[in-house]
């Protein structure tokens, strides 16, 4: 079975920094999608990125960006001019054909 | 567009009783998925359905729990008898089908449903 491993469970970051989330995985299989899902306290879990594994460009989206190392099985997500509003629950998730997901990085944001 | 809609929001059960929760997804999304999600932990995949059939439910405790989707459309989610370890927020998530693979689509998900058994 395909597993997702976040590394850190808690990170924190100063407001209008950069800060960095590490999510690796495994898996035989070479076409797949990678997505990093938010969960804000008590909210509904929302995507902010997604990756195809066929594509060798990163994934970006505004101020989130992914960096996606196919060989080394790894897809970390930049989060620059880190703001109040991105503190929440980041999820790694793997999908081939059924998804799973890592067991989640809480962000703090400081002012 | 409307979002996925569940309900209950919360309940609170004795050991050993039983409980159900109910799912609607986005209008025209075939795929729906119930995650079962521990406190401190990412979501676990219980079921997965395409329109009305099981897909994938490899991790759905069948003693327990049985699930639901009657017409593609709605779905049910019920624990019987309850255990403590069931205590969870338990997401219903949906997305389209646009290619073979279901990874192609963005899972939606609902507000969940927070289930605490005593």
């Known amino acids: 079975a395909q597993t997702v491993t976040q590394s850190q469970p808690e990170m924190s970051v100063q407001e209008a920094e950069t800060v960095t989330l590490s999510c690796t995985y495994d898996?035989?299989?070479?076409?797949?999608?990678l997505f990093w899902y938010k969960q804000p306290p008590s909210r509904q879990m929302i995507l902010v990125i997604r990756?195809?594994?066929?594509?060798?460009q990163n994934a970006t989206e505004n101020r989130f960006s992914v960096n996606f190392q196919k060989a080394a099985k790894s897809f970390s997500l930049k989060i620059s001019d880190s703001q109040l509003g991105d503190a929440a629950m980041y999820f790694c998730?793997?999908?081939?054909?059924?998804?799973?997901f890592g067991a989640g990085t809480r962000l703090t944001v400081k002012p | 567009e409307a979002g996925v809609a569940q309900s209950p929001r919360y309940k609170i059960i004795e050991k050993r009783q039983s409980v159900a929760f109910w799912c609607n997804p986005i209008?025209?999304?075939?795929?729906l998925y119930w995650y079962q999600q521990i406190l401190g932990q990412g979501p676990k995949l219980l079921i997965q359905?395409?329109?009305?059939?099981?897909?994938?439910d490899s991790q759905l405790p069948k003693d327990r729990f049985s699930a639901e989707r009657l017409k593609g459309v709605d779905s049910t989610l019920k624990i019987q008898p309850a255990k403590l370890e069931d205590s969870a927020v338990y997401l219903c998530?949906?997305?389209?089908?646009?290619?073979?693979?279901?990874?192609?689509?963005?899972?939606?998900f609902g507000a969940g449903s927070r289930l605490t058994v005593l």
């Open positions: 990756q195809e594994a066929y594509k060798q």
């Open positions: 359905f395409q329109n009305n059939g099981v897909v994938d």
């Open positions: 998530a949906s997305s389209l089908e646009t290619g073979a693979k279901s990874g192609a689509n963005v899972l939606t």
């Open positions: 898996t035989s299989e070479s076409d797949y999608y």
């Open positions: 209008s025209g999304h075939a795929t």
């Open positions: 998730a793997y999908d081939n054909n059924d998804m799973r």
